[in-house]
């Protein structure tokens, strides 16, 4: 169960279906307007954040993504529209394919030197 935080915007009906498309289902929306929502406190099973950049101010953007950097979560950065976010949520989705080959390589790799004893045995 993955859980999104989007920030920026009022009618984000858009932004939800497409979340729910990459199998995002608990959404959270804060509008980015209000006083207190720079005070507020990034819900800790947020595995993604959507800051709609047309409609929050820097000072919060930045705050935002301060805090998501301190706890590893991903930020993407869409103006008000669904389109933009599908584009950059398939582009992360094949990022991550992409990384995920990397490190299946250099595992096999690395498995391969350590079985060739090129590699000290402390790196095993």
């Known amino acids: 169960m993955s859980k999104a935080l ?3 915007g009022d009618m984000i009906d858009g932004i939800r279906q497409v979340l729910t498309g990459h199998g995002i289902d608990g959404i959270t929306h804060w509008s980015g307007r209000k006083v207190g929502d720079g005070n507020k406190i990034i ?3 947020v595995k993604l954040i ?3 950049t047309d ?3 820097h000072s919060l953007t930045k705050k935002i993504k301060l805090n998501a950097a301190k706890r590893g979560v991903r930020v993407v950065y869409t103006p008000n529209g669904s389109a933009t976010l599908q584009a950059r949520l398939d582009r992360i989705s094949q990022d991550t394919a992409t990384e995920g080959e990397c490190r ?3 595992n096999n790799i690395l498995g391969l030197l350590i079985r060739s004893k090129i590699l000290i045995e402390r790196y095993s």
């Open 55 to 57: 409609w929050i101010s």
């Open 50 to 52: 959507v800051l709609v």
């Open 43 to 45: 819900p800790q099973d």
């Open 104 to 106: 299946s390589l250099i």
């Open 6 to 8: 989007v920030v920026g």
